[in-house]
């Protein structure tokens, strides 16, 4: 497929999918059985009278999607970890670190988008997500310093059962000897949160181990605050969007204050995700922030390594 492809967007580096042509497309057609076929010739044509959306057609989309991966199964045999600091705003001290999952495959890093678009895409997408969490465990916490926090990701949408789904997890917290309230686990949703009383008992699941839990991208549109009234995390992080380049006139501030002011109404601490400057740094600080976390502080590496001389010095010259 190499002469006659495309890079797919967040691919790694050399995998390729298909032009639709109409040879193509009547092969990729051909692996279907006559009632998939009947069904995917039946999709919306993208103008009226015109052919079939082929990409529009899930079944045929996740098809090519498998046939553009096939490094994924060896490559989440070889999952890593790189490690990126928050910093709790009070101290200037690391309070933990969040936990990003890399495929380490032929040479390369393969990041979490591709990924997990690839577990989807080969139906594993509730595997690769229990994976990720217990080697995230297993491969970072054992490095970080007392009194550190680790903030593992997962996505709700594929625990169907926290009872059962969540067992894995906590076995694999045992096997290091991990300090549960010293674990955070963090909702992370490209789309809308399922069930809300289903991820209630996932959060109260996690607690009830002594875990912490945290929502991730509030003021994205996916987090709302009936969602931090209703699940009280003991972490609410701000999205990126609300902090990439905010400044002191920027209109966003207003928004970022009601935000905190009422994430701490409620108990909930506030992590303010994607700083990158100094002048957002001390703004945020100035907002009430309780962390933050982005490239000015720290970017992600293998192994734990504190916060940036850049920002380590604020609090050194206060």
Not at 31 to 37: G, I, M, S
Not at 203 to 210: F, I, K, V
Not at 278 to 307: C, I, K, M, N, T
Request: glycine letters at 8%; proline letters at 7%.
């Amino acid at each position: 497929m190499r002469d006659q492809g495309i890079p797919h967007q967040d691919s790694p580096a050399g995998v390729f999918l298909p032009h639709l042509d109409a040879d193509i497309l009547a092969a990729l057609l051909g692996a279907f059985t006559p009632t998939e076929r009947a069904e995917l010739l039946a999709a919306p044509a993208t103008t009226p009278g015109g052919p079939p959306d082929a990409w529009q057609a899930s079944p045929l989309e996740r098809w090519a999607q498998q046939l553009g991966t096939p490094w994924f199964f060896p490559a989440a045999e070889q999952l890593r970890f790189h490690l990126q600091p928050i910093a709790d705003l009070c101290s200037g001290q690391v309070y933990g670190y969040e936990a990003l999952v890399r495929a380490d495959w032929q040479g390369d890093l393969i990041g979490a988008g591709p990924l997990l678009q690839a577990a989807a895409a080969h139906g594993q997408a509730r595997a690769f997500d229990a994976l990720a969490r217990r080697g995230a465990i297993r491969q970072a916490y054992p490095h970080l310093k007392p009194g550190e926090v680790l903030f593992i990701n997962f996505a709700p949408g594929v625990i169907y059962n926290p009872d059962v789904c969540l067992q894995t997890t906590f076995q694999a917290c045992r096997e290091v000897g991990a300090d549960f309230s010293r674990l955070l686990f963090e909702v992370t949703e490209s789309e809308a949160f399922p069930d809300l009383n289903l991820l209630q008992r996932i959060l109260e699941r996690y607690r009830a181990e002594g875990a912490q839990v945290a929502l991730d991208d509030l003021g994205a549109g996916h987090t709302s605050l009936s969602f931090l009234d209703m699940l009280r995390p003991d972490i609410v992080k701000l999205d990126r969007a609300l902090i990439s380049g905010v400044r002191d006139d920027d209109p966003r501030v207003l928004l970022i204050q009601a935000l905190i002011r009422y994430a701490h109404d409620l108990g909930i601490r506030v992590v303010a995700e994607g700083v990158e400057t100094e002048s957002e740094l001390r703004l945020l600080r100035e907002l009430g922030a309780d962390y933050a976390q982005g490239y000015f502080l720290g970017r992600p590496a293998p192994v734990p390594g504190g916060l940036s001389a850049q920002s380590a010095g604020l609090w050194n010259s206060a």
